[in-house]
T-cell receptor, first 115, second 108 residues
Framework: NAGVTQTPKFRVLKTGQSMTLLCAQD?????MYWYRQDPGMGLRLIHY???????AKGEVPDGYNVSRLKKQNFLLGLESAAPSQTSVYFC??????????????FGEGSRLTVL | AQRVTQPEKLLSVFKGAPVELKCNYS??????LFWYVQYSRQRLQLLLR??SRESIKGFTADLNKGETSFHLKKPFAQEEDSAMYYC??????????FGKGITLSVRP
């Protein structure tokens, strides 16, 4: 099993350009998440999804959009990239558990630079 | 609101020395706490969770509700323990709130 796969792994954008990060998981997980990792800030939740066709905002959603059209895929879009969105983006997934928090399985990360 | 505080950014120790990585949390309910680790060029992965009460790679962490802490400890550090460590607090829909992380450097 590949687990959680993110594409692309690296990307350089100019301010104002758009792009989409793709996250794919083959574990049949219901829940999926997008985090960003910045030095000194830890990981912060951007958006998440609790199932196919559903999405919700996390801690830092501004400037991002997401879609979960298929259970195995979770897309993160930047409509108009800004330098403040330079970061490493991590996708994660977990299965539905009754009553407690599941172990999150992470992708390898996507390093995005906005010039 | 949920909050996780890791007060130190870096801990550097010699091999064989004891390690304690501090984590404090703020949560109004019954907390679920985790330590995640990111080794160089590897993806972030779960190290341990408080409900398991187990030791992983020699690390242990005890939940202290009175002090709202979940410090990670290891009696004798190894070079392979060098990594970034994140304390995390579980919430609704399995969302995790992460601390800012601490880099552990174990010198030979």
């Amino acid at each position: 099993n590949a687990g959680v796969t993110q594409t692309p792994k690296f990307r350089v954008l100019k301010t104002g350009q758009s792009m989409t990060l793709l996250c794919a998981q083959d574990m049949n997980h219901e829940y999926m998440y997008w985090y960003r990792q910045d030095p000194g800030m830890g990981l912060r939740l951007i958006h998440y999804s609790v199932g196919e066709g559903t999405t919700a905002k996390g801690e830092v959603p501004d400037g991002y959009n997401v879609s979960r059209l298929k259970k195995q895929n979770f897309l993160l879009g930047l409509e108009s990239a800004a330098p403040s969105q330079t970061s490493v983006y991590f996708c994660a997934s977990t299965h539905l558990r009754g009553g407690d928090t599941g172990e999150l399985f992470f992708g390898e990360g996507s390093r995005l630079t906005v010039l | 609101a949920q909050r996780v505080t890791q007060p130190e950014k870096l801990l550097s120790v010699f091999k064989g020395a004891p390690v304690e990585l501090k984590c404090n949390y703020s949560y109004s309910g019954s907390p679920e706490l985790f330590w995640y680790v990111q080794y160089s060029r590897q993806r972030l992965q779960l190290l341990l969770r408080h409900i398991s009460r187990e030791s992983i790679k020699g690390f242990t962490a005890d939940l202290n509700k009175g002090e709202t802490s979940f410090h990670l400890k290891k009696p004798f550090a190894q070079e392979e323990d060098s990594a970034m460590y994140y304390c995390a607090l579980g919430g609704a829909n399995s969302k995790l709130t992460f601390g800012k992380g601490i880099t552990l450097s174990v010198r030979p």
